[in-house]
């Protein structure tokens, strides 16, 4: 493999405390943040210990508008409708539950690989009698966009789409639904947690209502912040179900609801987090992530070659190759995965291994229980990956050499 480092990711590797300690392929769980995001919420911590937390909000309200300005700038949009939350599931929950109404035969369309989390929320539209239907998945096991336009009539409410599934490198076409969604005038909402950093993300183009995702993975922000983008023209059509005096301040008569994204924030929220946050899109932004997504390709496509290659393995992603995310997952024979990432991390190597419930439904059709998972980031180098591909080779032969002295009379 004949990756060149640029200096630009020489700089990013040593300004990140993580990379000098482990090699870390866990970036679609959580993602190593830089030292100056660490300061970020450092400085903030220190500011609220010594001049008083409410008086450092001053300080730290500008750093929650400045990490608006460049989450905006991430996204295509403008700052007045990106809202900040403590999770991704928090950040979806809300704007689902905010559009309340459901009926009867109302219908919520899905894609085989929706997140866990989301669909354990639309069961409570269920409660009231509304549906929950998967849209069929074409050869290459994406969600179907021609199948999607055969399923539409006036009693589908929403299409949810995961655009890139936590269990594998699938690229689902989110773009393509949302010109669907748009043309029918159906509600759109896209979980975007691996695609945040991962590749470029412009909601115009993507022309959905709702997007979200955690901050913690690609983006390398601090845990406990997620980014929720508000369509403008389609906030009237959400009432959130909780309000405070941030997000329906009162007037001098009545608590009316913000006109903006913030509608689904809190008073009372994490500015040091939030600092972080603000260094961490700034970080992202003028990167670049165009360039992040080339380095991620030009990282994962050889690597999916050469695991491949080693018996054993068997690869379980989804997608047109060489169309797929930095996001691999696979299982090796003989190993339980949880055990095998308790293995590789012992040795300096951190991987994800993700259950059913992540993604119930695609993992139930394919009789998949459990899978490891690889996660490149722009971070990596072919070093690390040839690090990956000696110890899964290594652990392979062991579990073969065990089988052979088993099996022996």
């Known amino acids: 493999m004949n990756v060149p480092l640029a200096e630009e990711i020489l700089q990013l590797r040593a300004a990140t405390p993580g990379c000098a300690r482990m090699i870390h392929f866990n970036h679609a769980g959580a993602s190593l943040p830089s030292q100056a995001t660490l300061d970020a919420i450092s400085a903030q911590l220190q500011r609220e210990a010594t001049i008083g937390p409410m008086e450092a909000a001053i300080e730290g309200t500008r750093l929650q508008e400045e990490a608006r300005h460049w989450a905006a700038r991430l996204l295509g949009t403008d700052s007045a409708a990106i809202a900040f939350t403590s999770s991704g599931s928090a950040a979806w929950g809300m704007a689902f539950n905010a559009l309340g109404g459901w009926h009867a035969g109302d219908r919520i369309l899905v894609g085989r690989h ?3 989390g989301n669909l354990a929320c639309m069961t409570q539209a269920l409660q009231s009698g509304a549906r929950l239907e998967v849209i069929p998945c074409d050869e290459s096991g994406a969600v179907s966009v021609a199948a999607l336009e055969r399923m539409l009539d006036s009693r589908v409410k929403l299409i949810a789409l995961t655009w890139l599934p936590a269990n594998g490198g699938l690229i689902n076409p989110a773009r393509a639904i949302g010109e669907v969604a748009r043309r029918h005038g159906i509600a759109y909402f896209i979980d975007a947690g691996q695609a945040l950093g991962q590749l470029p993300c412009d909601v115009q183009a993507l022309g959905c ?4 995702g955690a901050a913690r993975k690609f983006l390398r922000g601090p845990r406990g912040t997620a980014l929720l983008y508000i369509r403008p023209e389609f906030l009237a059509r959400l009432r959130p179900a909780q309000l405070d005096v941030l997000s329906a301040p009162w007037d001098g008569h009545t608590f009316t609801l913000r006109n903006d994204a913030r509608r689904f924030e809190t008073s009372e929220v994490s500015l040091a987090l939030l600092a972080g946050l603000a260094n961490a899109l700034k970080e992202a932004v003028e990167l670049g992530i165009e360039h992040i997504y080339q380095r991620i390709q030009a990282l994962s496509q050889p690597l999916r070659q050469a695991l491949g290659q080693i018996s054993g393995l068997a690869l379980c992603d989804l997608g047109l190759p060489g169309q797929q995310s930095g996001l691999i997952a696979f299982t090796l024979e003989g190993w339980d995965v949880f055990e095998l990432k308790q293995r590789l991390a012992e040795s300096g190597i951190n991987l994800g ?12 059709v394919r009789g998949l229980s459990a899978i490891a998972r690889i996660a490149i980031s722009h971070l990596n180098t072919v070093e690390e990956i040839d690090t990956l591909l000696q110890a899964l080779r290594a652990l392979a032969s062991e579990r073969r050499q065990t089988s052979t002295s088993t099996s022996s009379p």
């Not at 209502?209 to 979200?212: P, Q, T, Y």
């Not at 291994?353 to 139930?364: C, E, F, K, R, V």
């Open 209 to 212: 209502d709702v997007l979200k």
């Open 353 to 364: 291994a993700n259950g059913t419930a992540y993604t119930p439904l695609d993992m139930q």
């Open 114 to 116: 929706e997140w866990g």
